[in-house]
């Protein structure tokens, strides 16, 4: 039985015109999920009879589950217990913008970057869509506010499920669903060629960001395995081919790992391979994990950095720090519960 999460509105309209009934029921039911959070079919007040029959005999509404939640200055962690017992993370953030929700797309990852400790914990599957919005919609309840903006940069990696995440941006993006803006929805990926072109042709408006963290193929390789697929000369073209197509801004993440890749030979390096594109580099200082291979850039290692960026007139923030005492890399929470 499929989980109703899991269809987007043009789904739903489908499964109601295959069944003789009228397109239109597809906004009621997500207004009854979506708007007013009523979750049992019984309760659709507005509905037939008979087309609650068809949903209760031809859907579920079976939840994940929080198993636990760390909280740390503006920061809250939650980990997730799915149905087959597997476990994933959220992160929600409260920015001075509103409040923001970093989800996963995956039960581990494949991608082996050797810095994150979602890369420590390999791909056991892919999220299905319903187990990605539920995230969102069971960290709204908790906290009774509605969510913001969404990030897909928990867990996995999104191009990796790349079908799910899809449906999931449309229905979280629907105006009779979720109705997050499209400029709140990031998507992000270390590096997925192909997908990227994919990526731009779909018109969804929503960010692109791309976890870049090297700015030469001898540096990215040595901590992304991704890049001996796909070299930086072909993500750089892969991203000059998104922006010409959506006219987006595109984010560079860079995550600052003390003397492997914040060197000032790499901030000139970085700031030469992005010279003229309309992107913005976001230095990430390192969340430390268990992992004792990697350490955080010093703060001033940082500053410098971002100054030969800026110099070389270079779009570029430093982010925040969110939740280093509570667990909050990815991945993390879940590698210690197990």
């Known amino acids: 039985m499929n989980n109703i999460f899991g269809y987007t509105k043009e789904m739903l309209e ?4 295959n069944i003789n009934q ?3 029921k597809a906004i009621q039911i997500y207004d009854w999920l979506y708007k007013k959070n009523i979750y049992d ?5 507005n509905i037939k009879k008979e087309v609650i029959d068809n949903l209760i005999n031809d859907f579920s509404v079976d939840f994940i589950k929080i198993e636990k939640v760390l909280e740390g200055k503006d920061v809250k962690k939650f980990l997730f217990r799915l149905l087959d017992g597997e476990k994933i993370e959220a992160v929600l953030m409260k920015h001075n913008y509103g409040l923001s929700v970093c989800v996963s797309s995956q039960v581990g990852c494949n991608m082996g970057c050797r810095f994150c400790e979602s890369g420590r914990l390999k791909k056991v599957r892919n999220l299905e869509t319903y187990e990605i919005v539920e995230q969102i919609l069971l960290i709204q ?3 009774n506010r509605r969510i913001d903006s969404v990030v ?8 990796d499920n790349y079908d799910n995440i899809i449906k999931f941006i449309k229905i979280i993006n629907d105006a009779h669903g979720l109705a997050i803006g499209s400029r709140h929805i990031t998507v992000s990926t270390c590096g997925l060629v192909p997908k990227i072109y994919e990526f731009s042709n779909l018109d969804l408006q929503v960010n692109l960001a791309i976890s870049l963290h090297g700015a030469t193929d001898e540096v990215r390789n040595k901590i992304m395995p991704v890049n001996k697929v796909y070299s930086i000369s072909q993500l750089l073209t892969a991203i000059k081919d998104y922006i010409a197509k959506t006219n987006r801004r595109v984010t560079i993440e860079y995550v600052m790992l003390n003397m492997v890749n914040d060197k000032e030979s790499d901030a000139y390096s970085l700031a030469d391979i992005l010279k003229g594109l309309n992107v913005y580099v976001n230095l990430i200082p390192y969340n430390e994990t268990k992992n004792i291979e990697f350490s955080k850039s010093s703060k001033e290692r940082i500053t410098n950095f971002y100054n030969i960026l ?3 007139k270079i779009n570029v923030t430093i982010r925040r720090e969110f939740g280093g005492n509570i667990k909050a890399a990815c991945g993390q929470l879940r590698s210690e519960s197990d």
Not at 41 to 45: D, E, M, R, T, V
Request: charged residues 25%; proline residues 4%.
């Open 14 to 17: 489908e499964y109601f015109f």
């Open 22 to 24: 009228k397109k239109f």
């Open 41 to 45: 079919f019984k309760l659709f007040s």
């Open 141 to 143: 309840k908790y906290i």
């Open 152 to 159: 897909l940069m928990g867990i996995g990696e999104p191009f």
């Open 310 to 312: 800026v110099s070389k």
